[in-house]
């Protein structure tokens, strides 16, 4: 009698328990399969804020510019502990432009006689020093922590990369030629048939 | 003995890992900078632009970080804030826009010569962001303390969605009449220089029509 109980009441729980999992199984098939809009996951809305613009200066200018070197430079720095190498690696952009300042002409710098006109221009040379755009600069690597510090190290080392790359004799001349190309047009298609150019010597 | 054993042990580790951190603050004040072989594109382009107005503008890009548990469950829509901390960032730019005329496409056609009257026929200034600058010296982090800093990739994310909102405000600016006055400006001075006189000299502008101006007038048209 008591082997029989024991047997009966070892097959309810046998049963009761592969009950249990076909329920777990039927509810996970159901979730799984069966829901298939269910989505969950963790978010970040990586937007800025909207802030204004402000307007820090207004400069009226006269650069004219005949050569326009555009350049990107990928920079590295290193910084070796003791246990592990850290590397920030960035790429930066930047246009050179290199032409005449028109607020550096002399007083008489145009001379007309007749069909002949003299003009007589100041030194190309690179219009503006600031010709990064640091905005659309990307993050190649990174590891480790870096300080701003280190990113406006790196930043004054692609300027120099840049300088050392772009403001060369070849362009300068280059950018020269160009502009009196571009000065002998101008003067043509206002009537004058002879044109002298002269270019004030590089400081 | 064995208890000797593991402390000393311990003991070592602990020491050595506290150099190891010494000489790492040590080492973090210099760094080795190893100029690599610079992958560089260079384009290199002739051009005859006349920059006659220059902007300088200031702006404080700022981003709140806040992780959420988004989504849908049995249909319902899920958006919850978790409360493992925030992350902000603001970061201050300069940007220099500068507006030109491009005398590149200028032939004779632009200019018109009647007797001792002339009228030079322009196209309208067009704007460029010249150069711009992070001051990263003033960049100010607040990070939760279960949270991660914010990487050099996000900053950067950040940084060219300034770059865009300041050119999306150009056109708010009044930069573009600003050059109109000032190539006159300019260009008066010149061509007196060649023996016109003031109010014989005209300065016209005219806007260069691309393919989408076109079809907006002839939808307008018909």
Redesign the interface.
């Known amino acids: 009698m008591n082997r029989e109980t024991t047997s009966i009441t070892s097959t309810l729980r046998w049963a009761s328990r592969a009950l249990l999992l076909l329920v777990i199984v039927l509810v996970a098939w159901w979730l799984l399969f069966s829901e298939k809009d269910n989505h969950v996951g963790l978010q970040v809305d990586d937007g800025i804020n909207l802030t204004p613009e402000q307007i820090q200066s207004v400069k009226d200018i006269g650069e004219w510019e005949f050569l326009s070197v555009r350049d990107e430079e990928l920079v590295d720095t290193v910084r070796k502990g003791f246990l592990s190498t850290d590397q920030l690696v960035r790429i930066y952009y930047g246009t050179l432009r290199l032409g005449i300042n028109m607020h550096d002409v002399e007083p008489g710098w145009i001379e007309a006689s007749g069909d002949t006109v003299t003009l007589t221009l100041p030194a190309v040379r690179l219009l503006d020093r600031d010709f990064i755009d640091e905005a659309r600069t990307k993050a190649f690597y990174e590891s480790g922590k870096w300080t701003g510090h280190d990113r406006e190290a790196l930043y004054r080392k692609a300027h120099r990369m840049m300088l050392a790359h772009c403001l060369t004799p070849a362009n300068l001349r280059t950018a020269e030629s160009n502009a009196d190309a571009q000065f002998r047009r101008m003067m043509k298609g206002m009537g004058f048939n002879h044109v002298n150019i002269r270019f004030k010597p590089q400081k | 003995m064995r208890e000797t054993l593991l402390f000393l042990s311990v003991a070592l580790a602990l020491v050595g890992s506290s ?3 010494r ?2 603050q040590e ?2 004040s210099e ?4 100029d ?1 072989v ?38 319902q829509d ?1 958006n919850v804030r ?1 409360p493992l901390g925030q992350r902000k960032v603001a970061i201050p ?4 826009l ?1 507006a ?1 005329i491009d ?1 590149g496409q ?3 056609k ?2 018109e ?1 009647q007797g001792e009257k ?1 009228t030079i026929l322009l196209p309208d200034p067009k704007v460029e ?6 001051n ?4 100010r982090e607040f990070v939760g303390l279960v949270r991660a ?1 914010f ?13 865009e ?2 050119i999306r ?1 150009i056109p708010n ?1 009044g930069i573009i009449e ?1 050059a109109k006055e ?1 190539a006159a ?2 260009l008066i001075p ?2 007196e ?3 016109f006189k003031e109010q014989d000299i005209t300065i016209a502008f005219r806007k260069d029509y691309g393919q989408y101006d076109i079809r907006r007038i002839l939808e307008i048209k018909d």
């Open positions: 150099c190891s951190s000489k790492s080492q973090q760094y080795v900078s190893i690599t610079p992958m560089m594109v260079m384009q290199i382009q002739k051009c005859s632009r006349l920059y006659t107005a220059e902007y300088h503008i200031h702006k404080i890009v700022t981003h709140d970080d806040v992780l959420k548990v988004k989504g849908s469950l049995f249909k899920i978790l730019m300069d940007a220099t500068k030109y005398f200028m032939t004779e632009n200019i010569r002339i962001m010249t150069s711009s600058k992070i990263q010296q003033q960049i800093g990487s050099d990739e996000e900053m950067t994310h950040y940084e060219q969605q300034g770059r909102a300041i405000s600016l600003m000032n400006r300019t010149m061509i220089q060649l023996g």
